[in-house]
């Protein structure tokens, strides 16, 4: 056993001990030209959605479009990275663990539900959180751009 083995083993042990599956994690970004529900696997890349407490969802390079929140995910983090106007609505709750990042230089509407530990940044454009039943804990950071909260 090669010494770069012994070494990639402890850290899978490590990490398996800490209760972190580093393959459960994934990198999701939304392909789609146009609206559609959060759970359809064919709009992301890689084929599937971000549903888990390791995942990333992110949105670049697109325009804006209206997305239904039709479930409740749990993921790490949340990325908006483009020119869009978003929106994103729904009865149900995202839970981000690990940071809520709106960077759109759009005007983009969040109406479900924001929960998690995680802080929210706004670093361009205008973020309406049309929601009062938020309950998102780890601050706000406003580096550019607008936040808009619903009281």
């Keep these: ?17 800490l209760g972190v599956n580093p ?21 992301w890349n890689p084929t599937g959605y971000p549903q888990s407490a390791g995942d990333i969802a992110t949105f ?9 929140l039709n479930v409740s995910p749990s993921i790490a983090t949340f990325n908006v990275q483009d020119s869009g106007a978003w929106t994103w609505s729904g ?6 663990g690990t940071a809520f990042n709106y960077g759109s230089t ?3 509407t969040f109406s479900s539900v924001l929960s998690g530990a995680m802080p929210l940044s706004v670093s361009a454009g205008t973020l309406n959180l049309n929601n009062n039943a938020n309950a998102f804990s780890g601050g706000i950071a406003i580096k550019g751009g607008t936040l808009v909260a619903a009281l």
């Design 91 to 96: 009865a149900n709750t995202l839970t981000a």
């Design 106 to 108: 759009g005007t983009s």
């Design 23 to 43: 393959a459960s994690a994934t990198s999701y970004v939304w392909n789609y030209a146009g609206g559609d529900n959060w759970n359809n696997t064919a709009r």
């Design 60 to 68: 670049a390079g697109q325009v804006g479009y209206a997305l239904a």
């Design 1 to 17: 056993m090669t010494t770069r083995t012994r070494i990639i083993g402890l850290v899978v042990c490590g990490l398996a001990w």
